[in-house]
């Protein structure tokens, strides 16, 4: 059984791959990522079954795989494949759900730790040999409103009620009920958000949330407001993001993920010139914890594919 794998991927999880080759006999040809040209080398030597991150492959890679390859996605999101060829193709996507919930939700707090309390700011001024305080907030008693209330969703409420005291406004776009975390429940965006110090990101993307984060959503806000983002680049227009921490309306903001990832921003909109954004590189599911699950989630596809026995495959395939 041959595998190709992003290097990175492998690196991140060398333990159980490692293990996967000496139990199992996989064998897993490491590539650069987005190296699509020696990705294409090795499968037209017939490796059928290729390993991806986060990254976004281009059309002609995926319309450039055999029909019955399986492209297995290294975590929970797969806005970046392109399911309708896939589905053209007979390409079967699979990926691992349920494992990076913890750590997601554990760094969507990281990331408003930082920005609350200034750390960045305070860690360099402390490297640089000054020593002045910057004033922050308490989070207990504020009031986060979590746009996107599924499995990370819910944990990142359950920190925040639990361990913080803050007060939880949920928004889905479904109807959620009898949970004991929230405060409140809206469907209405504007509801959602009228009150809350802080909106953190957790939905799913898709070509309805694309640019969910807009001007007008941002207008509803309260001035001031708090965004946080551990989901999808894509859910958020950074124009209008960029152009509202400039003008001050959102005061801040923590961002793990982007529009495009390695970041390669917008020469006029570029979040790393502001000094009121705290940016980590799409790195919410990298803990130890969740790279063990994920690599036995994908070890479980590798040998399901093999054998021809079921894969867990994205929802989109199973209904085809």
Same mark, same amino acid.
């Given at each position: 059984m041959k595998v190709i794998i992003q290097r990175d991927l492998y690196s991140r999880s060398y333990e159980t791959f490692s293990n996967a080759s000496k139990e199992h006999g996989i064998q897993f040809i490491? !590539?650069?990522? %987005?190296?699509?040209? !020696? +990705?294409?080398?090795?499968? &037209?030597?017939?490796? &059928?079954?290729? *390993? *991806?991150?986060?990254?976004?492959?281009?059309?002609?890679?995926? &319309?450039?795989l055999r029909e019955g390859t399986s492209v297995i996605r290294y975590g929970?999101? /797969? &806005?970046? *494949? =392109?399911?309708? @060829?896939?589905?053209?193709?007979? @390409?079967?996507?699979? /990926? !691992? =759900?349920g494992t990076l919930t913890d750590s997601v939700a554990e760094h969507t707090f990281a990331l408003l730790l930082s920005v609350v309390r200034k750390t960045p700011e305070l860690h360099q001024s402390v490297k640089a040999g000054e020593w002045k305080g910057l004033t922050g907030i308490e989070l207990k008693n504020k009031t986060i409103a979590v746009i996107g209330y599924g499995q990370i969703g819910q944990a990142v409420a359950k920190i925040a009620k639990q361990g913080f005291g803050m007060k939880i406004s949920a928004f889905d776009m479904k109807e959620i009920k009898n949970d004991s975390l929230f405060d409140s429940f809206s469907n209405n965006f504007c509801e959602a958000v009228k009150d809350a110090d802080i909106v953190t990101i957790h939905l799913a993307s898709s070509p309805e949330t694309k640019d969910f984060i807009n001007q007008e959503k941002i207008k509803l806000m309260k001035d001031g407001t708090i965004l946080i983002n551990t989901a999808r680049g894509d859910l958020v227009a950074?124009?209008?993001? /960029?152009?509202?921490?400039?003008?001050?309306? @959102?005061?801040?903001?923590? %961002?793990d993920v982007f529009k495009n990832e390695p970041y390669l921003p917008d020469s006029k909109y570029d979040f790393r010139k502001l000094t009121n954004v705290v940016l980590t590189p799409h790195c919410g599911s990298n803990t130890a914890e969740a790279s063990n699950r994920i690599a036995n989630l994908v070890v479980k596809n590798i040998l399901a594919? /093999?054998?021809?026995?079921? +894969? @867990?495959?994205? =929802?989109? +395939?199973?209904?085809?």
């Open positions: 490491q !590539t650069d990522v %987005l190296d699509e040209d !020696t +990705m294409l080398k090795h499968h &037209n030597e017939g490796i &059928n079954c290729i *390993v *991806v991150g986060a990254e976004a492959y281009s059309q002609k890679f995926y &319309n450039s929970v999101g /797969y &806005n970046a *494949v =392109p399911i309708d @060829i896939c589905l053209r193709r007979n @390409i079967k996507v699979g /990926y !691992t =759900p950074e124009k209008d993001l /960029y152009e509202a921490l400039e003008n001050g309306k @959102i005061s801040a903001a923590g %961002l594919f /093999y054998s021809s026995s079921e +894969m @867990i495959l994205i =929802p989109e +395939m199973k209904i085809k």
